[in-house]
């Protein structure tokens, strides 16, 4: 089945690093791939998606290409702010009518002044 | 922008009671969905939802379940008799089409407490 897998967290940086958050995936044929985030005490937001290989998904800053090669979506920001504190969550939608997304368990980003 | 909406933020119900979870998805979206997050777990898919029938189950979504669109606004997720592993974050998604290419919108959840 397909599954979703994130590297570890907590994740602690310094405001204006670097940021990289790994997701891999399986899935049989060709999925799309989305970034969700959540902020404390809110809901699961959209950040982006790409729906094909190649394609690169951008909102925010953020940055995630669609590498089917290596069956990743690596989450990327160049320069991380107080306010991007949240849980990231790497997901997956198959192809077929009706599909669910399946999530990663999600690695929580804190960001210090 | 439009939004999906949940109610209540949070349910606190003894044990064995019955619990309804309440949705209003984005008013034009055809296709719904719930999950569930139990505390430091990953989000887990439960059920999704078209045509006033269920499309899909997960393993989770056993007998005790139940979701229902009772009017044309409204997507319900019923819980006959809770049990304490039900405690978690449950969220409603919707969309509009059946495109895999197409996110789910989601609410901001209704934390489930199981006492």
């Known amino acids: 089945g397909d599954s979703v897998t994130q590297m570890e967290g907590p994740v602690t940086l310094s405001e204006e690093a670097f940021l990289t958050i790994n997701c891999t995936y399986t899935?049989?044929?060709?999925?799309?791939l989305f970034w969700y985030v959540q902020y404390p005490g809110e809901g699961l937001q959209l950040l982006l998606k790409?729906?094909?290989?190649?394609d690169k998904g951008s909102n925010k800053g953020f940055e995630a290409t669609y590498r089917k090669e290596t069956t990743s979506f690596h989450l990327e920001k160049g320069s991380v702010q107080v306010s991007d504190s949240a849980v990231y969550f790497c997901?997956?939608?198959?192809?077929?009518?009706?599909?669910?997304?399946?999530f990663g368990k999600g690695i929580t980003l804190s960001v210090r002044p | 922008e439009p939004e999906v909406t949940q109610t209540p933020s949070h349910q606190v119900t003894q044990m064995g009671q019955e619990v309804i979870l309440r949705c209003v998805p984005i008013?034009?979206?055809?296709?719904f969905y719930w999950y569930r997050q139990i505390l430091g777990q990953k989000v887990e898919f439960l059920v999704s939802?078209?045509?006033?029938?269920?499309?899909?189950k997960s393993e989770i979504f056993d007998d005790q379940f139940s979701v229902e669109r009772p009017d044309g606004s409204n997507f319900t997720l019923k819980i006959r008799s809770t049990k304490l592993e039900d405690s978690a974050m449950y969220f409603c998604?919707?969309?509009?089409?059946?495109?895999?290419?197409?996110?789910?919108?989601f609410g901001d959840g209704t934390r489930l407490s199981i006492l």
């Open positions: 997901a997956l939608r198959s192809t077929g009518a009706n599909s669910k997304l399946t």
């Open positions: 939802f078209y045509n006033n029938e269920i499309s899909e």
């Open positions: 998604a919707s969309t509009m089409t059946a495109n895999s290419n197409q996110p789910q919108h």
């Open positions: 008013s034009n979206h055809l296709y």
């Open positions: 899935a049989t044929g060709y999925p799309s």
């Open positions: 790409a729906t094909k290989a190649d």
